[in-house]
Nanobody, 127 residues
Framework: VQLEESGGGLVQAGGSLRLSCATS????????IGWFRHAPVKERVGVLC????????YVADSVKGRFTITGDNAKNTVYLQMNSLKPDDTAVYYC?????????????????????WGQGMQVTVSS
């Protein structure tokens, strides 16, 4: 199982970034794919996730209206579009996958229940 993130980097406040999570080694439709972030001196938290099977999503209140998540079933890839970025969005962003669940699980359970993780990548938003 592999989750490979790309697209992170440095951006000015108000700017945009698109992160990608390319997956392999498992049946894409059987998993919910999510994005977490881990900022300095804070806990790792879930941001958004999607069920590739039916397109259902969960979006945390902290990013609602600014971040969107989409999936490309042909490429087994999930995208995180981040707009109107703020310095508070600075964090290491991780892609994760959980077998046979719904996106709403991100609202009620923490990152420890997610089965598979990417290596993470830095997103820095300068003021």
């Amino acid at each position: 199982v592999q989750l490979e993130e790309s697209g992170g980097g440095l951006v000015q406040a108000g700017g945009s970034l698109r992160l990608s999570c390319a997956t392999s080694g498992f049946t894409f439709d059987d998993y919910t794919i999510g994005w977490f972030r881990h900022a300095p001196v804070k806990e790792r938290v879930g941001v958004l996730c999607i069920s590739p099977r039916n397109g259902d999503t969960y979006v945390a209140d902290s990013v609602k209206g600014r971040f969107t998540i989409t999936g490309d079933n042909a490429k087994n890839t999930v995208y995180l579009q981040m707009n109107s970025l703020k310095p508070d969005d600075t964090a290491v962003y991780y892609c994760a996958a959980k077998f046979l669940t719904t996106p709403q699980i991100m609202a009620v359970l923490g990152p420890s229940v997610w089965h598979e993780w990417g290596q993470g990548m830095q997103v820095t938003v300068s003021s």
